[in-house]
């Protein structure tokens, strides 16, 4: 695979968004291109090969751990929390989902901090309802059923729960 050009943009940019951390000084714009970029990455490689990075963890494997991806997309959205930039937790956290197939693992803590970001951007129902459809749908995700218990109905999924024992 020929390397894209924009790997070394986002290389760049990770390291602007580790150094402005480590100084105290948070740049978050640095941290939204340098998302930004790693999205493109993967669009650009897709339209070349349609099955290219169709797991967040094929990225790292594919380019040897260089960039070290999972870790920091991780970091990105814990950052996001600390800014309390919760529209960008939910779009970005949204995007990232739904650029994934997630057969070899999880993206059950980027959903948690999706719902999150739906409750305190006031978007009581979608979290409610999003909270709900992934503790059905996943009744032995701790995490979804984490998400229902805060957000969703509680009354609709502890009567779930307690039938299901």
Known sequence: MEKN?????FEDLTAKCYK????????KESWYSAYDTLLEIIE??????PDCFMELAEID????????????VDDYFKELSVLGDYNRIYEDGTRLINAFQWQMQTPA????????????????????????????????????????LIFGKKDCIKEKVIEEK
């Open 5 to 9: 050009k924009k790997w070394d943009i």
């Open 20 to 27: 402005s951390q480590d100084n105290g000084n948070i740049i």
């Open 44 to 49: 650009e490689e897709r339209k070349k090969s």
């Open 61 to 72: 494997q594919k380019t040897e751990y260089k960039y070290n991806v999972q870790s920091w």
């Open 109 to 148: 803590q980027i959903k948690l901090r999706v719902i999150n970001a739906m409750e305190r951007l006031g978007m009581h129902e979608a979290a409610s309802r999003c909270s709900e459809e992934w503790v059905v749908q996943n009744p032995d995700n701790i995490n979804a059923l984490f998400a229902a």
